[in-house]
């Protein structure tokens, strides 16, 4: 069974194209963003990593790491950054994990226990690797995608959803569908419409249990 939502991710150690790393220290207190790919020097994964570096202002502004892996080796990594780079006309400056013998692929649930890489592999072979975890400064996993080898993931809503994760967390809060920050959010279940107005202020009460108030945190 793969991680679930509030599952603690597995801690583990790897290597990177900026050196070793211990998952969990490498965590720290941020939300850390961690993303997979099946092989370097693949057309979807350059433009999706490509969307990654051209973020980095967004990422660092909330505070948030950024981490890709992919089942090459730092040399290919290393070489591969330079046509992100280029695509994307940004510097691809987050670490890559070097996953050549898919130990961290298998450690979060991306790949069966027996998957290995054949001789002349292609990203076919490895073609589950094809996740995004957000990931909480407690180190447990608060959303997770997962994509198909033919569709490229759109970067724009998975900052969307780490800002309503980073909006919702601890709090009453709760976000609807294609919200973005600042408009109105839901009044968890657990709070009393009473209560938020007492709290909070104005409550639009749809239905008894479908309340929206403006976003205490805009």
């Known amino acids: 069974m793969g991680l679930r939502i509030n599952d603690t991710v597995p801690n583990f150690h790897a290597t990177t194209d900026k050196g070793e ?5 490498f ?5 850390t963003i961690l993303f997979s790919h099946p092989a370097d020097f693949t057309p979807i994964c350059t433009t999706e990593f ?44 987050f670490p890559i994990i070097a996953d050549t013998d898919l130990a961290v692929s298998k450690a979060l649930d991306m790949l069966p226990a027996e998957a290995y890489l054949p001789e002349n592999k292609t ?44 909006a919702s967390d601890g709090s009453v809060v709760r976000t609807p569908a ?9 009044v968890a279940p ?15 009460e749809v239905f008894p249990y479908l309340r929206f108030m403006k976003d205490p945190n805009a």
Do not use: C
């Open 21 to 25: 790393i211990d998952f969990h220290d």
């Open 27 to 31: 965590i720290g207190d941020s939300y």
């Open 50 to 93: 490509g969307a990654v570096a051209q973020l980095a202002d967004e990422w660092e502004k909330r505070g948030v790491k950024v981490i890709g892996l992919s089942v090459d080796s730092v040399e290919d990594h290393v070489k591969w950054k330079a046509d992100i780079s280029s695509f994307a006309k940004a510097p691809a400056t």
């Open 123 to 166: 990203a076919n072979d490895s073609q589950t690797v094809r996740v995004v975890f957000i990931i909480g400064p407690d180190k447990k996993l608060r959303l997770s995608m997962t994509y198909p080898m033919s569709v490229g993931r759109n970067f724009a809503e998975v900052l969307r959803a780490l800002d309503a994760v980073m």
């Open 178 to 186: 294609n919200w973005t920050p600042g408009t109105d959010v839901i």
């Open 190 to 204: 657990s709070m009393s419409t009473e209560d938020a107005k007492a709290k909070f202020g104005d409550v639009k």
